[in-house]
């Protein structure tokens, strides 16, 4: 009585897995696509803090150079 069900088991597996290697490319692809947004963003995301942290270096040092002359 088990075997159906079992073999049921065994088609629905079967089934799931062809089902999902006729889009493993897409999948590939958009996951890449993915991947590449985030790289690109991390990218764009660490210039603009390096951007920053460089001007709050300069303008610490106009301001200490700024105090520096009018003593």
């Known amino acids: 009585m088990s075997t159906p069900i079992y073999e ?3 088609q629905t597996a079967k089934m799931n897995r062809e ?6 490319p897409a999948i ?5 696509k993915r991947a ?6 991390m990218a764009r995301l660490r210039e603009l803090r390096l951007t920053k942290e460089a001007q709050e ?3 610490k040092i106009s ?3 700024q105090i520096t002359k009018t003593k």
């Open 8 to 10: 049921s088991s065994r």
């Open 19 to 24: 089902r999902l290697a006729a889009n493993r």
């Open 28 to 32: 590939l692809d958009e996951e890449a």
């Open 36 to 41: 590449t947004a985030v790289r690109e963003n």
């Open 57 to 59: 270096v300069q303008t």
């Open 63 to 65: 301001t200490d150079s």
